[in-house]
């Protein structure tokens, strides 16, 4: 199963470096669309992350992508598409809960939510960052709950340009070693595990006082 898994993994990075090298220029603006994408349309939850960007830091390496031009621009969408899903949740979120009339969202629910977003969602945009799925809703429901906007901003451009550092940089400096090339799936869920491991910790501990 893990081979199979791996194989998946590698027909995925071959089709992007085949992209690349196919449209020049223009995959600068492609992979700077699915970043933003990825961070600020709630519904692209299923777009690629962490692998992703790991993968682009690969292809910058071996000199197919100018690294001094991707990696600002994959911070800038990172960052600028969060911003764009707050804007969504903040401007259109209640809108669309009383357009799908779901009767288990009350009015309290909705309150609670954003005393939750007030007391802790600094933290939310921060360590949701690096959990994927969670990193592409998070946003959306912090404007929706009406968190503070300057908070919002300092977390959401530090996370932002953390998450793409840390993966990018692995896949440029680390990407082409033969020791990961050989155990790829296992670092890679590694460095999954240890960016999830204090939003997870963060979790419990609030779950455990409530």
Not at 182 to 204: C, E, K, R
Request: aromatic share 20%; proline share 4%; hydrophobic share 50%.
């Amino acid at each position: 199963m893990d081979r199979g898994w791996l194989d998946i993994i590698m027909e995925a990075d071959e089709a992007l470096i085949e992209m690349v090298n196919q449209l020049g220029l223009w995959a600068y603006l492609v992979l700077f669309i699915m970043v933003f994408c990825e961070s600020g349309l709630a519904p692209m939850v299923f777009l690629p992350g962490d692998g992703f960007i790991f993968t682009i830091g690969v292809i910058a390496a071996n000199g197919d992508l100018e690294s001094c031009a991707i990696y600002p621009l994959l911070a800038m969408a990172a960052i600028s598409g969060y911003f764009f899903n707050y804007y969504l949740g903040h401007r259109f979120g209640e809108m669309l809960l009383r357009a799908r009339k779901r009767k288990w969202i009350r009015k309290e629910q909705l309150q609670k939510t954003e005393g939750f977003f007030q007391k802790y969602g600094s933290r939310a945009i921060f360590f949701g960052r690096f959990v994927p799925m969670v990193r592409t809703v998070v946003p959306f429901v912090g404007g929706l709950a009406k968190m503070e906007y300057r908070p919002f901003a300092i977390y959401s451009v530090t996370g932002g340009f953390l998450w793409i550092s840390l993966y990018y940089l692995c896949g440029y400096f680390l990407g082409n070693l033969p020791f990961v090339k050989d155990n790829f799936l296992l670092l890679y869920t590694g460095l999954i595990a240890l960016t999830t491991f204090p939003a997870s910790v963060s979790a419990f501990i609030y779950w455990f006082k409530k």
